[in-house]
């Protein structure tokens, strides 16, 4: 009896830590979690459209990670989205620098994207990025083109007529 008791133990302990790996690694895949204990500096950056832009997003330049989004929030006096970006304190950048919204892929998840600029200044805690471009939205891409096209075929049409 007591060898079974340990067999369940033993079963009960592998079964609680493989329901802890599938939590860290839900919470891994849903951007929830991220184990990063580097010292930072936050910047905010203002954006017209910030299309599907979401807290925790990643910053990257040159396809690397290089801080995270912290909060984004509605500026009702320009009317924009302020983008509150936590940069790792070992990377700095030019006080001119931009900042871009890029998709991942086709459908991806969108993340905001850094050039460097030219200044000799650096940003520093509290600046703001004011080289901004805001999100490609698909869908307002495809109403133009169908727009656009229309506008073409509707052209095309009246010209031939006499």
């Known amino acids: 009896m007591q060898q079974a008791s340990r067999h369940d133990a033993a079963v009960g302990f592998f079964v609680l830590l493989g329901g802890a790996a599938l939590l860290f690694l839900a919470l891994k895949a849903g951007n929830l979690l991220s184990l990063n204990f580097d010292e930072t500096y936050q910047v905010s950056a203002k954006f ?47 006080k001119d620098s931009s900042a871009k919204i890029l998709t991942a892929g086709l459908l991806g998840e969108q993340y905001i994207g850094l050039e460097a600029g030219a200044d000799e200044k650096n940003l520093a805690a509290g600046d703001a990025i004011k080289q901004t471009q805001s999100a490609i939205v698909l869908e307002n891409l495809i109403g133009q083109f169908l727009y656009n096209k229309a506008a073409e075929s509707g052209t095309a049409s009246g010209e031939s007529k006499p």
Request: glycine share 8%; no cysteine.
């Open 48 to 94: 017209d459209n910030i299309g599907g832009l979401k807290s925790r997003a990643s910053v990257k330049s040159a396809g690397v990670v290089i801080g995270r989004v912290e909060s984004i929030t509605f500026d009702d006096k320009t009317f924009q989205a302020k983008v509150l970006i936590s940069l790792n304190k070992k990377v700095v950048f030019p």
